[in-house]
């Protein structure tokens, strides 16, 4: 069987990787049909990844004609952009989302009707505008779509040692539903940040932090402290379970994950093919040569084995039918 997909607001690939490990799994040929992404240094990686060429750029500017040939698809990915929907209503359902960027999602769904699609925000969401924003998108996709509630997921219940929760959305047609969609289940597996970190000794010095900036961290976590903020750097050791959230500043100075390296030594940043680790990614996946793109890249990115749980879950749901 096939499972073709389009990636849209694709980032690096790591929804993709994600589905396309599930389908070999599932002895189905993958293809990947149509791409879209606006960051160059993000197409960069992908293309260096994927070698794909034909990227397209600003979704918001596509027409409905050009949707109209992209290739027929099964699933759609996106790790769409939560914008505010101020103007949106509950009522109006797919006219309630124009001028967002949801709505060329819904745009696509709506002409190329895809079997199933997959989505992934923050989790925020779920409580953005009082709920609200999410009852339009829902609203939304219901319309055409079964779209079972939508369930926040934690990386660290997958199998990788970061605390990342994140907020996944899946629909299908409702033609091909014959029973309730469920989500995967917490494996409970147990995990150790050693588990994601390079040895030591092959550690770049300039991953290790300055005395400066080491004492500025320590310094703003006493003062937010006593303003009752209880922000400030998280310092982690190999023994530890899992770190705190990789985000897209990691770049600046590292302050969400710093990796211990003994009393009376600086720690040190993450590297990127760490960082890399800790999104689930394959060895194999070739980094931004850029270390600040590369340290972006992934805290804008997914949980791959999360991504590949749902993607389970997703084929044997449409599989059945």
Not at 12 to 20: A, D, L, M
Not at 67 to 79: D, R, S, T, V, W
Not at 85 to 94: D, T, V, Y
Not at 140 to 164: C, H, T, W
Request: aromatic residues 10%; charged residues 30%; contains cysteine.
């Amino acid at each position: 069987m096939k499972l073709r997909s389009i990636d849209l607001f694709a980032g690096i690939g790591g929804i993709r990787i994600g589905v396309h490990q599930a389908a070999k799994k599932k002895k189905f040929e993958y293809q990947n049909v149509f791409t879209s992404e606006i960051d160059k240094y993000c197409i960069e990686t992908y293309k260096n990844n994927f070698g794909e060429d034909d990227i397209y750029g600003d979704i918001s500017l596509i027409s409905d004609e050009e949707i109209e040939k992209i290739p027929n698809h099964e699933i759609l990915l996106a790790g769409f952009p939560c914008q505010p929907f101020s103007q949106a209503g509950l009522k109006g359902g797919f006219d309630d989302t124009r001028g967002t960027l949801f709505f060329d999602i819904l745009r696509i769904l709506k002409i190329k009707k895809p079997k199933c699609f997959l989505l992934e925000n923050v989790k925020n969401l779920k409580g953005h505008d009082g709920g609200r924003t999410l009852q339009v998108i829902l609203s939304s996709l219901r319309q055409m779509y079964y779209v079972p509630e939508p369930q926040v997921l934690n990386a660290k219940d997958f199998g990788i040692p970061q605390n990342r929760q994140r907020i996944f959305i899946v629909g299908f047609l409702k033609k091909h539903v014959h029973k309730e969609f469920k989500f995967p289940k917490p494996k409970n597996k147990t995990t150790l940040v050693s588990d994601i970190l390079q040895k030591e000794e092959s550690i770049d010095k300039k991953y290790i932090i300055s005395d400066r900036l080491w004492s500025g961290h320590k310094r703003r976590k006493i003062e937010n402290k006593l303003k009752g903020k209880g922000f400030g750097y998280g310092l982690f050791y190999p023994d530890s379970s899992y770190t705190n959230t990789i985000s897209a500043r990691y770049y600046k100075d590292g302050s969400e994950v710093l990796i211990s390296r003994g009393d009376g030594k600086n720690p040190r940043k993450l590297t990127p093919r760490e960082c890399a680790n800790l999104q689930g990614f394959p060895k194999s996946f070739k980094l931004n040569k850029s270390d600040n793109q590369a340290y972006r890249q992934f805290g804008n990115s997914v949980s791959v084995p999360v991504i590949r749980a749902i993607a389970l879950k997703m084929i044997d749901f449409i599989k059945k039918k």
